[in-house]
């Protein structure tokens, strides 16, 4: 998925010489936590989040009011383009720790990306927010695999929501995990297990059954 498919385009920024009592209100107002800075061409300069805008944060202790949001953004911003896929932005702000990253083109904010679109992209991948069922599947690591599991489905004539990869405990080995468009399961899981795959969830040995 493109990054450009779910981004905010509606942005709200403010300029270097801002008060960041005005800023906070923006936010409030807003009901957001991040503000691009940007300059008399629209250009990039900075960020602050509602965290900046805490009193501690403010040089010497002085007044919201006479104290230009310049004093506490963020100068080394993080970026990304409306082309870049959003699945590499998920490590992004895994290892960076950060809540919003500015969607740039042309040296022009054109939308932002925060903590709260990629969890919700996230459920858009694995298909979750659908009526469906999961189960998890051990394979030998080795080409063909997941066209062997998606052969079974299809004889059941069940379409799958998401299909996603886990590494086994081994190299020798993986973990399918697929979503599938169907409630009872049951039929595709016994068939799975009639070919001798290792089904690890659901356990239709216990109370499943």
């Known amino acids: 998925m493109k990054v450009e498919a779910m981004m905010k385009t509606e942005i709200i920024s403010v300029r270097e010489n801002v008060s960041i009592e005005e800023a906070k209100k923006l936010m409030e107002s807003h009901r957001i936590r991040h503000l691009p800075i940007v300059d008399d061409q629209k250009h990039l300069v900075g960020i602050v989040s509602d965290r900046d805008l ?26 990304c383009h409306p082309y870049d896929f959003v699945e590499e932005l998920l490590s992004i702000f895994y290892e960076e720790r950060i809540g919003c990253i500015p969607v740039v083109k042309n040296n022009e904010v054109v939308g ?31 080409s063909g695999k997941l066209a062997d599991v998606t052969a079974v489905i299809r004889n059941h004539n069940v379409n799958i929501n998401s299909v996603l990869v886990y590494p086994g405990e081994t190299n020798a080995t993986k973990v399918l995990v697929l979503r599938v468009q169907t409630m009872n399961p049951l039929p595709i899981i016994n068939h799975l297990k009639s070919e001798g795959y290792n089904v690890l969830w659901p356990d239709t040995s216990g109370e499943f059954v």
């Open 112 to 142: 932002m990306i925060t903590e709260r679109d990629m969890l919700y992209t996230l459920i858009q991948l694995t298909g979750a927010h659908q009526p469906s069922s999961q189960f998890e599947i051990k394979v030998e690591n080795v």
């Open 54 to 79: 805490v009193l501690d944060r403010i040089p010497n202790q002085h007044s919201p009011s006479d104290t230009e949001v310049q004093s506490v953004m963020t100068k080394d911003v993080i970026t």
